[in-house]
């Protein structure tokens, strides 16, 4: 086979995501004066038109950032050095997200988890109640863990924090779930829920967003930890410039103006439809490949399986990572690898945003073709079953 390849590559890590034609073609402008009425407008009009993607009637604040920046926003507009939170471990992302409070002055208690299972909200609720000092100041979830592709269930932490009668503020990072599958802010009771562009967004990385209710408002009134670039307050301002804490990033909000078109033209009951069932075939390809030879689904319980992003187990002796540079290199299929402790272990196939039927059976079969190039004992016929699944559905 020649080295030169032609066609298409498909993207099928859990971020950055496909970014749709239409998205693209919206970047291609000339740069304009963010002062004048027409990109003001238009990224006024973005930052109301985020608050229905949230669900919530509470500010929506945009960075010129990636995932990171959001999580450091939503820590440092709320928390004090020495405030305690409370991290239920998921995953990779949440003790990540857990390693940047450590590292800004905030002392971690955490909640151990096994990265194969969702969030135990009896175990958060346990925790809550023995903090009778009230220490703690926040919980931290990741709604999807992208590194495990568990989905933990937030009215259900909620319900935890409520039943602990705890005041404590509830964070969610929302990246890898925001417009695939249904979130609810105000409804949740949800103080800060942060995203970043690049994920059920379909738009390029490099922004990132909060979102925050009143009460995680009111906290940041005295809240100490040192913050400038992230700063709420500045950003409230009607000035765009200082909205943006300096030049806005006029390319991307070109792009997301052009996404949230695209969103809204869809329908966000749509968009979860469809997640969900492209989803399920891939789950029904993984049931197959998992019917014999030791090939599993990372996350054990079905209910906790994300529809953004699905990791799968390889068996002992095998490489995940293999997996992954072999479909890349032979099958152009891009995939995500195991992270952290899970490296090795299991790779990832991403499936949210801008994706279609033809699209997802295509990484599948350069899946499928890549398990029988390396001789990974699996089920044949995962494809066939995403096929019938698609058909049914
Ligand atoms: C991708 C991701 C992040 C990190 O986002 P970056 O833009 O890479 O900083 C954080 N949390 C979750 C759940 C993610 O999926």
Not at 63 to 79: I, P
Not at 145 to 156: E, L
């Amino acid at each position: 086979m020649s080295d030169v390849k032609r066609g298409r590559e498909f993207l099928h890590t859990p971020g950055p995501t496909n970014i749709p034609h239409r998205v693209l073609n919206a970047m291609h402008q000339p740069a304009v004066d963010f002062a004048a009425p027409p990109f003001f407008n238009m990224a006024r009009g973005c930052f109301e038109d985020m608050k229905p993607i949230f669900k919530t009637q509470g500010p929506v604040f945009i960075y010129a950032a990636s995932g990171h920046g959001a999580w450091e926003a939503a820590l440092t507009n709320t928390l004090s050095p020495g405030d305690h939170i409370l991290l239920p471990e998921t995953g990779n992302f949440s003790l990540k997200w857990g390693m940047m409070a450590e590292s800004l002055g905030l002392v971690i208690e955490h909640l151990p988890g096994d990265w194969r299972h969702a969030i135990d909200p009896d175990a958060v609720e346990q925790h809550l109640r023995e903090d009778r000092e009230g220490r703690i100041r926040a919980v931290l979830m990741i709604h999807v863990d992208t590194a495990t592709g568990i989905i933990s269930d937030v009215p259900a932490v909620r319900r935890a924090i409520d039943n602990a009668n705890h005041g404590t503020l509830l964070m969610v990072d929302t990246i890898a779930s925001l417009a695939t599958v249904d979130f609810q802010m105000d409804a949740w009771g949800v103080d800060v829920a942060l995203a970043a562009a690049q994920k059920g967004l379909m738009c390029p990385p490099g922004l990132g967003f909060t979102a925050c209710s009143e009460k995680a408002l009111r906290a940041g009134q005295s809240a100490r930890l040192p913050r400038n670039y992230w700063d709420w307050r500045e950003r409230m301002s009607e000035e765009q410039y200082i909205r943006f804490c300096g030049t806005a990033p006029e390319h991307l909000i070109f792009a997301l103006r052009e996404a949230l078109n695209m969103l809204a033209e869809e329908g966000l009951p749509a968009i979860f439809a469809r997640h969900h069932r492209l989803a399920s075939a891939v789950r029904q390809a993984v049931e197959v490949w998992a019917s014999e030879g030791g090939m599993a689904f990372n996350a054990v319980v079905p209910a906790q399986r994300a529809n953004s992003v699905t990791a799968i187990r390889v068996p002992a002796g095998f490489d995940g990572e293999a997996v992954r540079s072999l479909s890349r290199e032979r099958f152009q299929v891009s995939l995500g690898g195991g992270l952290d402790r899970l490296r090795g272990d299991v790779f990832r196939i991403g499936h949210m945003g801008d994706l279609n039927d033809p699209m997802i059976l295509g990484a599948l079969a350069g899946v499928e073709a890549t398990l029988q190039a390396l001789k990974i004992p699996h089920g044949r016929g995962g494809v066939t079953a995403a096929i019938d699944y698609l058909v049914a559905h």
